[in-house]
């Protein structure tokens, strides 16, 4: 079992920057990657930027040169820089880890609001 906690959201301009952050906890160990999505009201959740734990990163186009994902295995924890933001960034940020056995686990989420 894998326990994910996201912080760092809330209300920021277009134009500025965020970071979300994710600690994970348990059998970190059995992870294949990590990772975040989005979902705005009324879309799906969509894949945001990823990274394998041999440190392969992978965008959505849409935010390809903006957002970049690190992690830092010594504390368990994946990070989520998002600068130039646009009003369609507003959405709730997930994080998400995958094990070597393809199971998903999810964070509780995080809203980030871009206002114009």
């Known amino acids: 079992q894998v326990h994910l906690v996201e912080s760092g959201g809330g209300l920021v301009q277009a134009g500025g920057s965020l970071r979300l952050s994710c600690a994970a906890s348990g059998s970190i160990f059995n992870l294949n990657a990590m990772g975040w999505y989005r979902q705005a009201p009324g879309k799906q959740r969509d894949m945001v930027a990823r990274?394998?734990?041999?440190?392969?990163?992978n965008y959505a186009d849409s935010v390809k040169g903006r957002f970049t994902i690190s992690s830092d295995n010594a504390k368990n924890a994946v990070y989520l820089q998002m600068n130039s933001v646009k009003p369609e960034d507003t959405a709730v940020y997930y994080c998400?880890?995958?094990?070597?056995?393809?199971?998903?686990?999810w964070g509780q989420g995080t809203q980030v609001t871009v206002s114009s």
């Open positions: 998400h880890a995958i094990n070597r056995q393809a199971y998903n686990y």
């Open positions: 990274i394998t734990v041999g440190g392969t990163t």
